[in-house]
């Protein structure tokens, strides 16, 4: 026996990127069905060896439906979560919306599967942002041996996180290049992104921080421990999909290198590339496609008394989004639901 499945959004990079992780990994689907907006009503998605015609978000009766995988935005999402939840259908959410609820659920499930018990309280689970996601995989199996105290990261994200107009943008303006008649100005971005990198993703805060590097902060904290002190550098950069970031760890505890890769090679999620040599590590390319957090560049901070350096990288609408969610579905299911 299985699920009853509704994918809302299922037009979008990450609600296909959905429907293509559920159907690899043969989540127990009884029945599935992909919503979307009206003016993308009957477009043609795929399931494994299916082939679905969306449905109408709008309309939609979510009762009698197990679990909704939501891809839509946050205006959306605070349309229509609620009336799923409310109609018995457990909602995982991949917008922003409901991160930092106190009664929602911030889940990464190798590293806090026990939060999918907390469902209950608004029927709704929320997915991390996809920087925070990769990170706190690649910290949870390091501060159970030595505790950290500090994390400084600078992030590499590609276009793909801001969405398919991030990527046409990229793609355009590193055509336009070549073709000085043809101009392509910023739109999507606060500035050029061909051949270029922008030290700028979501909103300015009066602290000066970005939102971005803000959601950093508070969502590791919420999933892995609010002592953890967190400060964050985001950056976009001209790659189309994998996320890389530099991150450097103080903790209580000495942790040498080479146990901390041992550490690694261990933890759920993780696959450590770490040879020094050239090429001895993980790039984008490498990530894209991947259900793997990779990670390289392991070594002592010799600046700080129990400090280490690392390179981390993902598939950003990977374990970054719809990889997450099914992961968060499979926790709800071998934990709470029990029927597949």
């Not at 299922?10 to 069905?33: C, H, K, S, Y």
């Not at 020094?276 to 002592?300: K, L």
Request: charge should be negative; include cysteine.
């Amino acid at each position: 026996m299985g699920y009853r499945v509704v994918i809302a959004g299922a037009t979008g990079n990450v609600g296909r990127e959905m429907l293509n992780i559920l159907a690899e990994r043969q989540f127990p689907v009884d029945e599935i069905v992909a919503l979307a907006s009206r003016r993308s009503l009957g477009t043609e998605v795929t399931f494994g060896d299916k082939t679905l015609k969306t449905k109408d978000l709008d309309t939609f009766d979510f009762t009698g439906w197990d679990i909704a995988l939501f891809g839509i935005g946050s205006d959306a999402t605070k349309k229509y979560a609620p009336v799923a939840a409310k109609a018995g259908c457990i909602v995982i959410d991949n917008s922003s919306l409901y991160r930092y609820d106190p009664d929602v659920p911030l889940v990464v499930p190798e590293v806090n599967p026990e939060a999918v018990l907390d469902y209950h309280k608004k029927n709704i689970i929320a997915n991390p942002n996809c920087s925070t996601a990769q990170m706190v995989v690649a910290l949870k199996p390091l501060h159970d041996r030595a505790t950290i105290k500090r994390v400084v990261v600078s992030t590499y994200q590609a276009v793909s996180g801001a969405g398919a107009g991030g990527a046409d943008e990229l793609w355009d303006q590193t055509k336009s290049i070549y073709n000085p008649t043809d101009d392509k100005p910023p739109k999507v971005f606060s500035k050029q992104i061909a051949f270029n990198v922008i030290p700028h993703i979501d909103v300015f805060m009066d602290s000066g921080e970005t939102k971005e590097e803000w959601k950093m902060v508070a969502e590791t904290k919420k999933i892995v421990d609010k002592s953890i002190k967190v400060t964050a550098t985001c950056v976009r950069v001209p790659v189309f999909v994998g996320h890389c970031e530099s991150i450097n760890i103080e903790f209580e505890e000495f942790l040498d290198e080479d146990e901390a890769r041992d550490i690694l090679r261990e933890a759920p999620g993780i696959m450590v590339i770490d040879k020094r040599e050239d090429g001895g590590y993980v790039t984008p390319i490498e990530c894209v496609g991947d259900y793997a957090t990779f990670v390289s560049r392991i070594r002592q901070d010799s600046t700080i008394d129990n400090g280490l350096n690392m390179w981390c990288v993902s598939d950003n609408l990977r374990k970054g989004a719809a990889l997450n969610a099914v992961q968060i579905a499979e926790t709800l299911g071998t934990r709470v639901l029990k029927k597949g």
